[in-house]
């Protein structure tokens, strides 16, 4: 445990997972339909799983995780803070502790991809831009095409 402000900041292999699910919801990131039961199995199946917790509420405010084999490299995603508990520095410390972490375990190569309006709040962390290169997403196959 590691604490940063007004919230402590925990490496986890299980949490609870309505917190996550609202989580990602306030992300943009949670469809509709898919099942909150594997959430626990995403948990397990990360190298490392973060969250923030608010010290006064016991509410889970923040999480990021990062994805990797734990020899090469790493990526950072799924960073978010519930709206109301932003620019409180939250994020900043989710990323830094992640890269801590991930650098402790050796691991130089640590990337992310910073969604449209985040590029100041991640160069603030220590991350530059990548020129050159292009994000690519492997589209879904549609029927019939």
Known sequence: MEGDGD?????????DTIALVDLYRA?????????????????????LFLVAVDRQSGRTVGMGRAISDGISDAYIQDLVVLPEFRRKGIGKAIVRRLVEVCKSR????????AEPGTLDFYEGTGFDRMDGYVFMLHREEKSGC
């Not at 919230?7 to 949490?15: A, G, N, P, R, S």
């Not at 050796?106 to 991809?113: C, F, M």
Request: charged share 20%.
């Open 7 to 15: 919230v402590d900041l925990f490496l986890v292999k299980e949490w």
């Open 27 to 47: 992300g943009g990131w949670w469809k509709e339909g898919w099942d909150p039961a594997h959430i626990p199995f995403l948990i397990r199946s990360t190298f």
């Open 106 to 113: 050796g691991l130089t190569w640590i990337g992310l991809v």
